[in-house]
């Protein structure tokens, strides 16, 4: 089973930034795409970036323009820069690694947005 260890989280003031690190356990190359979700509370758990094995990206219309996701394959580890954060960002922030076998997910960051 992949590992998948995601950190960078914490609280940080309306406008600021964060850049969360999603850690495998396995090869990038092994997965078609990783990608990042979050949950806030009361809520479901909601699709924010991917990046494909081949790097293609896209993003939910809601972080468009203040998120970029990246990655380091000889670190095998995928990244989340989360710019002009808003208190509507706030939430648990998981990656989920895709393959044709199923997918993995991480236990998750915690992204605080508060004044």
């Known amino acids: 089973q992949v590992q998948l260890v995601e950190s960078g989280g914490g609280v940080v003031h309306p406008g600021g930034s964060l850049r969360l690190s999603c850690a495998s356990s396995?090869?990038?190359?092994?997965?078609?795409?990783i990608r990042w979700h979050r949950q806030a509370p009361g809520k479901e758990r909601a699709f924010v970036a991917l990046?494909?094995?081949?790097?293609?990206?896209k993003y939910d219309d809601s972080v468009k323009g203040r998120f970029t996701i990246s990655r380091d394959v000889a670190k095998k580890t995928t990244y989340l820069q989360m710019d002009t954060l808003e208190p509507d960002d706030t939430a648990r922030y998981y990656c989920?690694?895709?393959?044709?076998?199923?997918?993995?997910w991480g236990q998750g960051t915690q992204v605080t947005v508060s004044s």
């Open positions: 989920q690694a895709v393959s044709l076998l199923g997918d993995d």
């Open positions: 990046i494909t094995h081949q790097g293609a990206i």
């Open positions: 396995e090869s990038l190359d092994n997965f078609s795409s």
